[in-house]
C-alpha cells in the first residue's frame, strides 16, 4: 500500500506566481488535512477536507490560499500570487476516518521556495 | 485544545532507553494523547497513542499518568535513526485536526 505522495517535492517560483500542490492520500482514505511549516517554525493546520468537502479551513489565509479535493483525483492546495513569505514546507496528510483516535499519515512534504 | 509542555532538547546515547515527558494538565477526559515524530527534511510520523491505558507498539511505548495529566514516551533502545523532534499533541474535538507545539528535539549519540 503505497503512502501519502505528494508533488512536485520542490517547487520554486516567483514572486506574483501561482503555486499548485498536489497530494495522493493514501488507499482507501478519503479524510485529507494540509499543514505548513515555516522555516525554524513547527507545523501549523491549515485544512481539512473530506471529498468533495472543506470541513474545517479556519487555519488557511483567507486570501490567495484555496484547497479542494475533488471526487476523482488528488487534492490540490493552490496559493495565487504567491509572495517570499509563502516559501515553507507544506505537508498533507491522510486518514480512513474522522474521529479523535485516528491516525493521520504523512507525505514527505512539498517545499516551496519563492524568489 | 488543550495545550501540551514538553522540554526543548533531550540527549541520549546509542542503545539506551529515552524517557520523553510531555505535561499535559488542562486535558480533557475525552482527549487522546498522540505522539508523531519529525525526522530532519521528512514528514511527520505516527508514533503511538493513547486515551487512558499504558500502550506498546513495535516503534515505542507510552506510559500515562493515572490521573492522565501527564504522560511519557519511551523508547526502549535509542539508535541514531531516532534523532528527531518528538511532538505531544491531544486531540479532543469531533475531528482529528493536530496542533503541533515546539516539541522535544532528541539527539542521539554513538
Known amino acids: 500500500n503505497a503512502g501519502v505522495m505528494q508533488n512536485p517535492r520542490h517547487l520554486v517560483r516567483r514572486r506574483g506566481q501561482e503555486a499548485r500542490l498536489r497530494c495522493s492520500p493514501m488507499?482507501?482514505?478519503?479524510?485529507v488535512y494540509w499543514y505548513r511549516q515555516l522555516p525554524e517554525e513547527g507545523l501549523k493546520f491549515m485544512v481539512y477536507?473530506?471529498?468533495?468537502?472543506?470541513?474545517?479551513e479556519s487555519g488557511m489565509p483567507k486570501e490567495r490560499f484555496s484547497a479542494e479535493f475533488p471526487k476523482e483525483g488528488p487534492s490540490i492546495l493552490r496559493i495565487q500570487q504567491v509572495v517570499r513569505g509563502d516559501s515553507a514546507a507544506y505537508f498533507c496528510?491522510?486518514?480512513?476516518?474522522?474521529?479523535?483516535?485516528?491516525?493521520?499519515?504523512f507525505g514527505p512534504g512539498t517545499r516551496l521556495l519563492v524568489l | 485544545d488543550a495545550k501540551t509542555t514538553q522540554p526543548n532538547s533531550m540527549e541520549s546515547n546509542e542503545e539506551e532507553p529515552v524517557h520523553l515527558p510531555c505535561n499535559h494538565s488542562t486535558i480533557s477526559g475525552t482527549d487522546y494523547i498522540h505522539w508523531y515524530r519529525q525526522l530532519p527534511s521528512q514528514g511527520p510520523e505516527y508514533v503511538i497513542h493513547?486515551?487512558?491505558s499504558n500502550v506498546n507498539n513495535r516503534m515505542a511505548s507510552l506510559a500515562i499518568a493515572e490521573d492522565r495529566k501527564s504522560s511519557t514516551l519511551i523508547l526502549h533502545r535509542a539508535t541514531l535513526r531516532d534523532a528527531a523532534v518528538y511532538y505531544c499533541?491531544?486531540?479532543?474535538?469531533?475531528?482529528?485536526?493536530?496542533?503541533f507545539g515546539k516539541g522535544t528535539m532528541l539527539l542521539v549519540s554513538p
Open positions: 477536507l473530506q471529498k468533495e468537502n472543506i470541513i474545517d
Open positions: 499533541i491531544l486531540s479532543g474535538s469531533g475531528y482529528s485536526t493536530l496542533t
Open positions: 488507499k482507501g482514505h478519503s479524510h
Open positions: 493513547g486515551l487512558t
Open positions: 496528510a491522510s486518514s480512513p476516518t474522522k474521529g479523535v483516535q485516528e491516525t493521520q499519515y
